[in-house]
């Protein structure tokens, strides 16, 4: 099967620095996601890696070395709002746009 | 603006019914796919469809039917043999290139009452 994993729960306050690990263990890789999901809503797109390294989009960035099959998104400044669920995915490159999906993190962020 | 329309965005099911979710995309999107979201759990994918007419069975199909006759619609019936549908159901859909990931609609939360 395809393993990918991600912490389950995160806490952080306003202003502080959070980061949340994806590890994955799948074969086939042709790029990792990260999703954004706020409670009852649809996922939205927050990053996307193919290459190792780090990508940098405003608060937030996201890294991925694919020798150690890792990733992780960095969320910079943190605001109430972004109390959400962050999802990893991981495109195998075996079936047109399909994603493997983790279970995904909650995180609050406290003022 | 182009996009994926879900609806209903709550739907109630009396058990031993059929329902029918409906996904509709004008992005000109080949693909498209139903997740299933349950809390604490990541999406899990049921079914997809690549191209018109066809469409193949994900991690979690039993239960579940499709169809795809239009590349804009792919509606998902939730049949009588799906012992727990309580969930949230997401339909997504992506171009046929790597690397663009989803567009996903809104969502629809299925309660058996």
């Known amino acids: 099967g395809q393993n990918i994993d991600q912490p389950t729960e995160m806490t952080a306050t306003e202003g502080a620095i959070v980061q949340i690990n994806c590890t994955y263990q799948?074969?086939?890789?042709?790029?990792l996601f990260w999703y954004q999901q706020h409670a009852g809503e649809a996922p939205t797109f927050l990053s996307y890696n193919v290459l190792d390294g780090l990508e940098e989009k405003g608060r937030f960035s996201s890294f991925l070395s694919r020798s150690k099959g890792y990733s992780y998104l960095l969320l910079k400044e943190l605001q109430m709002k972004d109390s959400a669920s962050y999802l990893c995915?991981?495109?195998?490159?075996?079936?047109?746009?399909?994603?493997?999906f983790g279970r995904g993190t909650q995180l609050t962020v406290w003022p | 603006d182009g996009g994926i329309t879900q609806s209903p965005k709550y739907l109630f099911r009396k058990e031993g019914q059929n329902v029918t979710l409906s996904c509709e995309q004008n992005l000109n999107h080949d693909a498209m796919y139903w997740y299933r979201q349950d809390p604490g759990q990541g999406l899990r994918l049921i079914y997809y469809?690549?191209?018109?007419?066809?469409?193949q069975k994900g991690d979690i199909a039993e239960g579940y039917s499709v169809s795809r006759e239009k590349k804009e619609s792919f509606p998902l019936t939730v049949t009588s043999a799906q012992k727990n549908p309580t969930a949230f159901y997401l339909c997504?859909?992506?171009?046929?290139?790597?690397?663009?990931?989803?567009?996903f609609g809104s969502g629809t939360r299925l309660t058996v009452v």
């Open positions: 995915a991981v495109d195998r490159g075996s079936t047109l746009g399909r994603l493997y």
């Open positions: 469809s690549q191209i018109v007419n066809d469409f």
């Open positions: 997504a859909s992506s171009i046929d290139q790597a690397g663009y990931g989803y567009t």
């Open positions: 799948t074969s086939g890789f042709n790029g």
